[in-house]
């Protein structure tokens, strides 16, 4: 591993989990009627696409060991520039059939880099 990518990821995994915990036990209606939610949520979904992008410039070989990681740097991008075009159920969907998968694929890495041992 390259000296930047155990941050990356760690940047990963922590907005990962940061939008897991604040949406669990909430419903899509609840996503679309908290601003502030939405807001966040995004910001850390914008988070994640950026230093998944920086991985892949530092580190392309571990990026290509997450999965749909061009999908997620162009997330990423939709959420920057096209604010217009964000989709209240596709940012939903993603929360609930990606996330725990990112973490754990992101976890695994670092816990490669610590010889086996779960990274904290």
């Known amino acids: 591993m390259q000296p930047k990518t155990p941050k990356l990821l760690d940047d990963v995994r922590d907005a990962a989990a940061?939008?897991?915990r604040?949406?669990?036990?909430?419903?899509?209606?609840?996503?679309?009627?908290?601003?502030?939610l939405r807001h966040a949520v995004e910001r850390n979904f914008e988070i994640i696409g950026e230093a998944?992008?920086?991985?892949?410039?530092?580190?392309?070989?571990?990026a290509?060991?997450?999965?749909n990681y061009a999908q997620i740097i162009s997330f990423r991008n939709v959420l920057i520039h096209g604010y217009d075009l964000i989709d209240d159920q596709q940012?939903?969907?993603?929360?609930?059939?990606?996330?725990?998968?990112?973490?754990?694929?992101?976890?695994?890495?670092?816990?490669e880099r610590d010889g086996g041992e779960p990274s904290s």
């Open 18 to 20: 940061f939008i897991c």
């Open 22 to 36: 604040s949406t669990d036990g909430k419903t899509v209606d609840d996503y679309r009627g908290d601003r502030l």
């Open 52 to 62: 998944v992008k920086r991985l892949l410039e530092h580190d392309p070989q571990v």
């Open 64 to 67: 290509a060991q997450i999965g």
């Open 91 to 111: 940012v939903w969907q993603v929360i609930q059939d990606d996330l725990r998968v990112l973490i754990a694929a992101v976890e695994g890495l670092l816990s």
